[in-house]
């Protein structure tokens, strides 16, 4: 009776034992095939995007920039939701995306499937807030992730080239990021000298009339939508003069590339009751990170000497 129950016993053991090495064989082969995968379909996607959107007409430019801007938040988005944050319709929509060799919404998303399935790049998401602020939460950290993903990018270098390089720099920014602006020049001005920061309402660009020559000077200006009416009007202004422009803005701006030199995008729209400046915040803070890195020493001596002047004046 013994020697039978250890039979069996073994038995089971053996046909276990080979029920794992099928198991793990066949693990192994479903991962190789879920793995071959088109090479960089989606890559090639965004790339035809990019290329071919200062063609585009101006609402279909709209949805490009929006896809552009929102990589990693696109799986959440539907073609209705796209429509409403890039204010247009949802007609216009489809067109971009069947232009660009994409059969609507659903197709769009199975080419992101794919690609996080092969770069395992899903992000996990955390269960410690309300379901309430939580689509806030990733919309506010996918702007921040969208600004740093410009940073290894050409306009970014060009920024903070222009920045760095120009005799004097002019810092501006309307109606409800003034605010933002003159605290952009304050900080600029501790990176670098020669940075003022311009109000066209106030002095009608007389720090203009004795600027140095107008193609050593630099204008970095800040917007966001609903975009103040001088904006454009004063980028191309300064681009007539042969100043450079470094503009900061969010995912609307439709004309920021015909205006400007260098543009940082910032998605602002994150489901709060006023578009969010935070990634306006970060983008401006890494350009102006950029150029104290851009001259190291005369940024740490400039700081030296600022904290040496606030001392005296007890300020802190």
């Known amino acids: 009776m013994r020697d039978e129950l250890l039979r069996k016993k073994s038995a089971s053991i053996m046909t276990f034992k080979s029920n794992v090495i099928f198991l793990s064989e066949m693990e192994a082969e479903m991962a190789s095939g879920f793995a071959s995968y088109p090479d960089a379909t989606f890559e090639r996607l965004t790339a035809t995007i990019r290329s071919e959107i200062p063609n585009l007409p101006k609402q279909e430019a709209k949805v490009a920039q929006f896809l552009l801007l929102n990589l990693g938040s ?14 247009v319709s949802e007609v216009t929509v489809g067109r971009v995306l069947r232009r660009f060799g994409c059969d609507g919404m659903k197709e769009l998303k199975e080419l992101l499937r794919q690609r996080y399935s092969v770069s395992g790049t899903v992000a996990n998401k955390k269960d410690d807030i309300s379901a309430r602020w939580r689509s806030t939460l990733n919309a506010e950290l996918d702007a921040i992730r969208t600004v740093f993903a410009q940073l290894d990018g050409q306009l ?6 222009r920045l760095s390089s120009a ?4 810092v501006t920014g309307f109606q409800t990021v003034r605010g933002l602006a003159e605290d ?10 020669h940075v003022r920061y311009l109000s066209p309402h106030d002095g009608m660009l007389a720090e203009w009339l004795s ?6 000077s630099c204008l970095l200006m800040v917007d966001v939508v609903p975009y103040a009416g001088e904006a454009q009007s004063l980028a191309q202004l300064a681009r007539q003069q042969n100043r450079s422009v470094v503009l900061v803005t969010d995912e609307y701006c439709h004309w920021a590339n015909e205006v400007a030199h260098a543009t940082l995008f910032a998605p602002s729209s994150t489901g709060l009751f006023l578009e969010s400046t935070l990634g306006l915040n970060v983008a401006l803070a890494l350009l102006i990170d950029g150029v104290a890195r851009a001259s190291p020493d005369d ?3 400039r700081l030296r000497e600022w904290k040496g002047l606030t001392r005296q004046l007890k300020l802190f």
Not at 74 to 87: C, D, N, P, V
Not at 167 to 170: G, P, S, T, Y
Not at 184 to 193: E, H, I, P, V, Y
């Open 156 to 161: 970014f270098e060009e920024a903070t080239r």
């Open 74 to 87: 696109l799986s959440f988005e539907t073609g209705k939701s796209i429509a409403q944050k890039a204010r």
């Open 167 to 170: 005799e004097e720099v002019f």
């Open 211 to 216: 600027s140095p020559a107008p193609e050593n």
């Open 184 to 193: 952009a020049a304050r900080r600029l001005s501790l990176a670098r000298s």
């Open 299 to 301: 940024a740490q001596a």
